[in-house]
Antibody, heavy 121, light 107 residues
Framework: EVQLVESGGGLVQPGGSLRLSCAPS????????MIWVRQAPVKGLEWVSY????????WYADSVKGRFTISRDNAKNSLYLQMNSLRAEDTAVYYC??????????????WGQGTLVTVSS | DMQMTQSPSSLSASVGDRVTVTCRAS??????LNWYQQKPGKAPKLLIY???SLQSGVPSRFSGSGSGTDFTLTISSLQPEDFATYYC?????????FGQGTKVEIK
């Protein structure tokens, strides 16, 4: 059974840093690209970042570019999101998800339960 | 960025009703469109990918159609467990973007 479990969320002051982790199981992690998506309170979904299966390519939403860094350790079966210079508008539930592509058609087919990040003084 | 606009933002329906949710892209995305269901306090769940392909394990009452800029998600006979918020998402180009969501409520 595919599972993704996020951790590392919490309360942080504006300007602070936080590192989220995602622990996958039930599939060959090193064969799949992964993403982070966030959802602000009572808001919709926003894609945040992407990393391919070899960590050769990483992409970011403009809203987090230069502040967030996505990484992965395939040997440790772990995905990370380092968040620096946090702002109040970064407050959200952060989800990791697996990207599955066949013949160029891609989708986010498995999601974690999410971890809440609150940026407040 | 590609804008995804869903309509309606919310709807009320009864068990057994046929429900249709529409998603419009700001430019053509061919069939690179996915649909997700989200229940309160839960992660999104993939329902439809590639505009019309049913994800494994999803009931056949869910269907998707469309291409280019206009897409629809149809629930043929609404069940109690289908009351949720539905999001479309384009996978045509980054940044990947979602619609604002359609909340399906009990009438």
């Amino acid at each position: 059974e595919v599972q993704l479990v996020e951790s590392g969320g919490g309360l942080v002051q504006p300007g602070g840093s936080l590192r989220l982790s995602c622990a996958p199981s039930g599939f060959t992690f090193s064969s799949f690209a992964m993403i982070w998506v966030r959802q602000a309170p009572v808001k919709g979904l926003e894609w945040v970042s992407y990393i391919d299966y070899t960590a050769s390519n990483m992409w970011y939403a403009d809203s987090v570019k230069g502040r967030f860094t996505i990484s992965r350790d395939n040997a440790k079966n772990s995905l990370y999101l380092q968040m620096n210079s946090l702002r109040a508008e970064d407050t959200a539930v952060y989800y990791c998800a697996r990207q599955y592509c066949i013949n160029g058609v891609c989708r986010f087919d498995y999601w974690g339960q999410g971890t809440l990040v609150t940026v407040s003084s | 960025d590609m804008q995804m606009t869903q309509s309606p933002s919310s709807l009320s329906a009864s068990v057994g009703d046929r429900v249709t949710v529409t998603c419009r892209a700001s430019q053509s995305i061919s069939s690179y469109l996915n649909w997700y269901q989200q229940k309160p306090g839960k992660a999104p769940k993939l329902l439809i990918y590639g505009a019309s392909s049913l994800q494994s394990g999803v009931p056949s009452r869910f269907s998707g159609s469309g291409s280019g800029t206009d897409f629809t998600l149809t629930i043929s006979s609404l069940q109690p467990e289908d009351f949720a918020t539905y999001y479309c998402q384009q996978s045509y180009s980054t940044p990947w973007t979602f619609g604002q969501g359609t909340k399906v409520e009990i009438k």
